[in-house]
């Protein structure tokens, strides 16, 4: 069973960072594409941002520039760098492959003050 454990939400003025991190165990890490997505309140998951098994990366316009996805395979771990944060980013974050193939994770909170 894989489990996804995401770490590194907190409260941050607006123009501030966080780093983001999503543990994924088990052997298959290195093989899928992983995305990083985000939930407010009263909305849909969204996908923000996601990283191929290759490196490649693609972002929402709504971040783009300002979120940067990297993952080390070795540590079967996928990260997500945030500058520049809006009171409009503030959710639940959540790691999980593009499709949403495993079981959700408790997802890290985001909270962006103005």
């Known amino acids: 069973q894989v489990q996804l454990v995401e770490s590194g939400g907190g409260l941050v003025q607006a123009g501030g960072s966080l780093r983001l991190s999503c543990a994924a165990s088990g052997s298959i890490f290195r093989f899928n594409a992983w995305g990083w997505y985000r939930q407010a309140p009263g909305k849909q998951r969204e996908l923000v941002a996601h990283?191929?098994?290759?490196?490649?990366?693609s972002y929402a316009d709504s971040v783009k520039g300002r979120f940067t996805i990297s993952r080390d395979n070795a540590k079967n771990t996928v990260y997500l760098q945030m500058n520049s944060l809006k009171p409009e980013d503030t959710a639940n974050y959540y790691c999980?492959?593009?499709?949403?193939?495993?079981?959700w994770g408790q997802g890290t909170q985001v909270t962006v003050s103005s």
């Open positions: 999980n492959t593009v499709g949403g193939t495993y079981p």
């Open positions: 990283i191929t098994g290759g490196g490649r990366t």
